[in-house]
């Protein structure tokens, strides 16, 4: 046998005990409870964050215009408005994730 077959043997060895090492090691555990408790926050604080920034908008020129509930009103249902349509893209953008994450997962099984 010469050194550069066996050289090569050896890295072949190597690579297939590093892919047999990955496919044993344990996968991160991810826990459900709070990731699912991550994403409920964040939807929240997008309802809430539009309807302070249209709040803040609305009183803010009702007190330069000095009329002070129209604009009010307005800028905080604007800002309602803007907030769920966010958390509808967020809820939409978690499904679409979870869809994948199943179909990987089926895909292993076939």
Known sequence: M????QKQRMAQLEA???AAKKAQA???RV?????????AWRMVIELVAG????????Y?????FG???ILLLLFTLLGLAAGVKTMLRSAQEIQEQKL???AERDDERD
């Open 2 to 5: 010469s050194d550069d077959d």
């Open 16 to 18: 297939r005990i590093e």
């Open 26 to 28: 344990p996968k991160p």
């Open 31 to 39: 826990d459900e409870h709070y990731s699912q408790a991550n994403l």
């Open 51 to 58: 309807l302070g920034i249209g709040f803040g908008i609305g």
């Open 60 to 64: 803010g020129l009702d007190s330069l």
């Open 67 to 69: 009329t002070l509930p």
């Open 100 to 102: 994948a994450e199943g």
